[in-house]
């Protein structure tokens, strides 16, 4: 659906995003993950066609933005971050208004306000004025513009941004139900949207792509600082000698819990995969044993090992 070459945009000697190249397929929901000033904003509008990339080629659907601009703007929906509703306007006329203008008939535009309006719990609202909505549904509105034509394309730019917890959960639930018939390309500085709604993730620091995988993938890749942990009841001493004949084991740490407990966090050699072990372990020498897990790296993690050497670079 996407196909990304060599991209460069330059702001009066400033390079916002700097030769990146990326893909998306059909019916992907992928994340755009940065801090603010990473390029991502201007990575999208490149994409929607909203402004000319200094180089590189950028294709939606087969088609080039710039070249075929009219063809690829009908397979796009692009919701910006600061969504520019008409406040004065009631629901239902403004998204009448908008389908027109993308193209659409008069009998099929009503056809699809009422189909984008039930999908995005804007069927109490449509008589309201957008200016009395809260940002909730404001964001809801915008959604519904951008998914109005039925494009088979959604760029949605901070689409939670200033929405509190309840009304985060409704539209990441409405997004997540896009997958399949329609691509989504998000951006977004919120680790944890990324996790919930995503498929993959793409990386983004100082304008350039550090990373494209899907979350399972990235964790693979750090699987070597991964840690288990399990709490024990036995002896210290005991343990301290079983971790230190552990070959597979390269660092250990022991805190006492309470009781006859000791929380021990092990490191493995190369990722390996210890819980088995340690279960045995414990079997054999009768111990008893409350937890045994492995740590999983959040997103958050992973985003601070992907960055860290071009943050330090930068120092």
Same mark, same amino acid.
């Given at each position: 659906?996407?196909?990304?070459?060599?991209?460069?945009?330059?702001?009066?000697?400033?390079?916002?995003?700097?030769?990146?190249?990326?893909?998306?397929?059909?019916?992907?929901?992928?994340?755009?993950?940065?801090?603010?000033?990473?390029?991502?904003? =201007? =990575?999208?509008?490149?994409?929607?066609?909203?402004?000319?990339?200094?180089?590189?080629?950028?294709?939606?659907?087969?088609?080039?933005?710039?070249?075929?601009?009219?063809?690829?703007?009908?397979?796009?929906?692009?919701?910006?971050?600061?969504?520019?509703?008409?406040?004065?306007?009631?629901?239902?006329?403004?998204? %009448?208004?908008?389908?027109?203008?993308?193209?659409?008939?008069?009998? %099929?535009?009503?056809?699809?306000?009422?189909?984008?309006?039930?999908?995005?719990? +804007?069927?109490?609202?449509?008589?309201? $004025?957008?200016?009395?909505?809260? %940002?909730?549904?404001?964001?809801?509105?915008?959604?519904?513009?951008?998914?109005?034509?039925? #494009?088979?394309?959604?760029?949605?730019?901070?689409?939670?941004?200033?929405?509190?917890?309840?009304?985060?959960?409704?539209?990441?639930?409405?997004?997540?139900?896009?997958?399949? %018939?329609?691509?989504?390309?998000?951006?977004?500085?919120?680790? #944890?949207? $990324?996790?919930?709604?995503?498929?993959?993730?793409?990386?983004?620091?100082?304008?350039?792509?550090?990373?494209?995988?899907? #979350?399972?993938?990235?964790?693979?890749?750090?699987?070597?600082?991964?840690?288990?942990?399990?709490?024990?009841?036995?002896?210290?001493?005991?343990?301290?000698?079983?971790?230190?004949?552990? #070959?597979?084991?390269?660092?250990?740490?022991? $805190?006492? =819990?309470?009781?006859?407990?000791?929380?021990?966090?092990?490191?493995?050699?190369?990722?390996?995969?210890?819980?088995?072990?340690?279960?045995?372990?414990?079997?054999?020498?009768?111990?008893? +044993?409350?937890?045994?897990?492995?740590?999983?790296?959040?997103?958050?993690?992973?985003?601070?090992?992907?960055?860290?050497?071009?943050?330090?670079?930068?120092?």
């Amino acid at each position: 659906m996407i196909e990304v070459s060599n991209l460069t945009k330059r702001y009066a000697g400033r390079t916002a995003v700097d030769d990146i190249s990326f893909t998306v397929a059909r019916g992907e929901i992928v994340g755009l993950l940065g801090p603010n000033g990473a390029g991502k904003s =201007t =990575t999208m509008r490149v994409l929607s066609g909203f402004m000319p990339a200094t180089s590189g080629t950028v294709r939606v659907a087969g088609f080039d933005v710039f070249h075929d601009a009219d063809e690829t703007r009908r397979r796009i929906g692009y919701m910006p971050e600061n969504n520019p509703l008409y406040p004065e306007m009631r629901v239902r006329e403004y998204l %009448k208004f908008r389908a027109r203008l993308k193209g659409l008939g008069w009998k %099929k535009s009503r056809q699809r306000v009422t189909t984008v309006m039930e999908q995005c719990g +804007l069927g109490d609202v449509g008589r309201r $004025v957008i200016g009395q909505l809260s %940002k909730g549904y404001k964001q809801r509105v915008g959604l519904a513009d951008a998914l109005v034509h039925d #494009p088979e394309l959604i760029i949605l730019d901070e689409p939670t941004i200033g929405l509190d917890p309840q009304q985060i959960r409704s539209v990441r639930t409405l997004i997540k139900s896009l997958a399949g %018939k329609h691509t989504v390309l998000i951006s977004t500085h919120i680790l #944890p949207e $990324v996790e919930m709604m995503c498929g993959r993730v793409l990386i983004m620091f100082d304008g350039r792509v550090l990373a494209s995988d899907t #979350p399972e993938n990235l964790q693979r890749r750090m699987a070597g600082g991964s840690q288990i942990i399990a709490e024990i009841a036995a002896p210290e001493a005991a343990l301290r000698a079983a971790w230190d004949h552990l #070959p597979e084991v390269e660092h250990f740490d022991l $805190v006492a =819990t309470d009781g006859e407990f000791f929380r021990c966090a092990l490191t493995p050699r190369d990722g390996a995969d210890l819980r088995a072990t340690i279960f045995a372990l414990a079997q054999q020498n009768r111990w008893a +044993l409350r937890e045994l897990t492995r740590s999983r790296h959040s997103l958050e993690d992973i985003y601070m090992q992907v960055t860290r050497p071009t943050t330090e670079a930068v120092e």
